[in-house]
């Protein structure tokens, strides 16, 4: 079974619930049967590539006042900390992700993509340094396991795996997510936003009794010539 996560590294509620969504994923009994794949969505693509304060933003997308959004950012840290995730709640800035997304599709050829997610999730919620600051980015795919030269040749090409992130959002739209995160069971059973644990526990026990397999019916003669692993049939004739 195949589970796909649409989400934004910007977006805490992603980082919240990738966390309620593993808990849950743990204790499931056909856990190894199940692959989970992340896919991309931005939540702002216009947004400025340089680091910017993240509470005047939120202040400003919701008319807000800065106290407000203070308040409202130490309730998500209060939230991620009861999840068991580090958060750091003051001075947390935000930028771009296009180039973050890139990254993860060029991780997800290498086997690398879980590993970098866990990393830039970390950088951006959990560290003081910022996770936009020039060169972060690359050292965080190379922390991943990520050769750091193919990593930075992929970075310098804003064409390379552009198209990847744009068919991931592309899809989303098409599925009708407006928003992050979002679940996708088997492109069957979707799950939108950081519900609890327990609401993923269904949706994978739902997901995974609801699979239908399809019989294998054998069509021809059983003794065509074919290859296996002691090599090709020679033709009879």
């Known amino acids: 079974m195949r589970v796909e996560v649409w989400s934004d590294i910007n977006c805490p509620w ?16 056909h856990r190894e049967d199940v692959e989970v794949v992340h896919r991309s969505f931005e939540l702002d693509p216009r947004a400025p590539h340089q680091a910017r304060a993240v509470l005047p933003v939120i202040a400003a997308k919701y008319g807000i006042g800065l106290e ?19 958060y750091h709640g003051e001075g947390r ?12 599709h060029f991780a997800a050829g290498h086997g690398r993509q879980a590993a970098l997610l866990d ?13 936009f600051a020039p060169g972060r980015l690359l050292e965080l795919a190379v922390e991943a396991g990520l050769d750091g ?34 679940f996708v069971f088997d492109r069957r059973l979707g799950v939108s936003g950081a519900q609890p644990a327990e609401t993923f526990t269904a949706a994978l026990t739902q997901a995974w009794d609801s699979r239908t397999v399809i019989p294998l019916v054998g069509i021809g003669e059983t003794t065509a010539e074919a290859c296996g692993p002691d090599g090709c049939e020679v033709p009879r004739h």
């Open 149 to 182: 030269t193919e990593a930075a040749r992929v970075l310098a090409d804003r064409s390379a795996y552009a198209d990847a992130v744009r068919e991931d959002e592309a899809t989303a739209s098409a599925m009708g997510a407006t928003g992050v995160p979002f």
């Open 119 to 131: 990393l830039l999730y970390r950088a951006n919620f959990a560290e003081e340094a910022s996770a």
């Open 14 to 29: 992603c980082y919240i619930g990738k966390a309620r969504f593993e808990k849950a994923l743990e204790a499931f009994p």
């Open 68 to 86: 407000q959004a203070a308040a409202a950012e130490r309730r998500v840290a209060d939230t991620a900390r009861a999840e068991g995730l580090a």
């Open 93 to 104: 800035d935000g930028a771009n992700t296009f180039d973050m997304h890139r990254m993860l």
